[in-house]
Nanobody, 127 residues
Framework: QVQLVESGGGLVQAGGSLRLSCAAS????????MGWFRQAPGKEREFVAH????????YYADSVNGRFTISRDNAKNTVYLQMNSLKPEDTAVYYC????????????????????WGQGTQVTVSS
């Protein structure tokens, strides 16, 4: 079992940057593929990015590729999402999620494949 707690959200102007963090409990963090999802008001939760257990492989949604960077520090049980060149359409609640030894790529972008979720952190980008 792993518990996830996100932090780092806030209000930022378009073009700005934020870094989200997700702290995980448990001794097996390094065996989980970690993902970030987001949900805007009135919309379904959507995939943003994920990273392999080792940190050696990453995958991004087209909408954020080149602007966002996912990384992890297994020694600190933490995964990060660096968000640059933010746009108003990036406004959403951002969720951290974990799946045991999940693959990296399009086959693991669905929410139902992730068994563990954080409570979310709000990101608001003003125009």
């Amino acid at each position: 079992q792993v518990q996830l707690v996100e932090s780092g959200g806030g209000l930022v102007q378009a073009g700005g940057s934020l870094r989200l963090s997700c702290a995980a409990s448990g001794r097996t963090f390094s065996s989980y593929t970690m993902g970030w999802f987001r949900q805007a008001p009135g919309k379904e939760r959507e995939f943003v990015a994920h990273i392999s257990w080792s940190g050696g492989a990453t995958y991004y949604a087209d909408s954020v590729n080149g602007r966002f960077t996912i990384s992890r520090d297994n020694a600190k049980n933490t995964v990060y999402l660096q968000m640059n060149s933010l746009k108003p359409e990036d406004t959403a609640v951002y969720y951290c999620a974990a799946v045991w030894k999940g693959s990296v790529g399009s086959s693991y972008t669905q929410t139902y494949k992730y068994a563990h979720w954080g409570q979310g952190t709000q990101v608001t980008v003003s125009s």
